[in-house]
């Protein structure tokens, strides 16, 4: 069918007068693809879908109906009919065969009874020839007869012929090259036979299945191992993290403590040492507060306390260092870490010092204080029964160099010792 389609495009082509590189120029398909479809060759085509799309343009450019030329190409191709010899051909073969057989046969019959008019002019018997020849009395028999196709193969035949007409004194090279056409006639029979069994019976071989070239180098070896590879990594791939979700999602973290370590680590802030023992009691702020108004800072106050101990949270918002003393005991002195909340009590007091009171956000005896100060300011505040206490640090007195008068240091003087070794 497709060599029917490019016969129906190229015929055409001619009758239009037109030529391949003008078809090419008007419809920007390639030469060779032009030649293909003409040829039915479409196999040679990249892609089946290339080969309608071709087809359609080509049949269209030349006036043709593209439709039906692409119908015509999904119509199945009918089953070759059976080869039907010719009743005269078969009758003519048999015949040529039967002269062949025949002329074989003559020319066998005529070397045997030139072999055996030979021994019987020389009047040898063959028990004489079997004697001086060592050939058995039953191949001697079988050459005069002619019956060299009894012999169980031609060599032999053909040896033993040779061996018994050097005997007799006869020309050996004629009579071996009479041989040689009974054996070409025979050689044409066994040819002719079997051709004419070849056309005589039917094929039955199934038709090979050939697939275009593209598609053959799609569903080769290679991609198919390499898919099935590519689908494994992938079913592998979306396995695994389904299971680390899970694991993930029934998975608990127990909280954990701060490390002890990390709690101990020296401050590089400087430690501020009070120079008086009794903290100075600063402003405590009033009971009452105001509501504040637009652009005013709130400064949280507190009430004198009135239960029996001091409650107090510390929240932790940055890493900084800080002390706190309980009742004059000191429970912590370290560097706290982000996101610790660290409650104490007390009967009397607890002070706080910190280097950051940015970091640490207050709550006293329930009240949200918020945090301790600005950020890198260093902070110490005592909490007790009657409020918030701000020490004040005394000022260490410095020396005036001018004022200071240099003294003279004594010079050690030199003493002579005797010299013992004179007396």
Known sequence: MNKIVGKKLKE?????????????????????????????????????????????????????????ILDSLKQKPEPPSPISLDENLETQEKT??????????????????????????????LEEIEIHTHIQIN??????????????SPTQARGMLGNYANFLDMDKHAVMLRFADALQATLDVEIKSEKFEEIAKPSSEKR?????????????????????????????????IGRVIDIQANTVIPPTAPALSKLLLPSETPEIIPTSSEPVVGNIAPINTVAPEDD????????PFQGENIELNVIVRERTFLR????????????????????????QKIELLTGN????????????????????????????????????????????????TPELTPTPTFTPTPNLGEN
């Open 357 to 404: 009171g940015a970091a640490l956000q207050i709550f006293f005896n329930g009240t949200d204080l918020g945090p301790l100060g600005i950020p890198g300011e260093v902070v110490n505040v005592v909490y007790s029964r009657q409020g918030i206490i701000l020490p004040t640090p005394t000022i260490t007195p410095t020396l005036n160099p001018d004022l200071i």
């Open 96 to 125: 040529n065969i039967l002269d062949k057989t025949k002329k074989m046969e003559e020319i066998f019959r005529e070397i045997g009874g030139g072999i055996k008019k030979r021994r019987e002019l020389l009047g040898l018997t």
């Open 296 to 303: 005013e800072t709130i400064d949280p106050t507190l009430q």
């Open 139 to 152: 191949y001697l028999q079988m050459v005069e007869s002619g019956s060299f196709s009894s012999f169980p």
């Open 324 to 347: 706190v003393t309980v009742d004059g005991k000191i429970e912590f002195d370290g560097r706290v870490i982000p996101g610790s909340n660290l409650p104490y009590t007390a009967n």
């Open 208 to 240: 090979k299945i050939t697939l275009p070239l593209w598609l053959r180098n799609i569903l080769s070896a290679d991609t198919f191992v390499f898919g099935i590879l590519g689908i494994a990594t992938i079913i592998f791939s979306i396995w695994g």
């Open 12 to 68: 055409s082509r001619i009758s239009q007068s037109l030529s391949i590189e003008e078809i090419s120029e008007k419809t920007f398909i390639r030469k060779h693809f032009l030649i293909a479809l003409e040829e039915g060759n479409f196999s040679s085509l990249p892609s089946a879908a290339q080969v309608r799309g071709y087809l359609r343009s080509y049949a269209d450019y030349l006036g043709l109906d593209s439709d039906e």
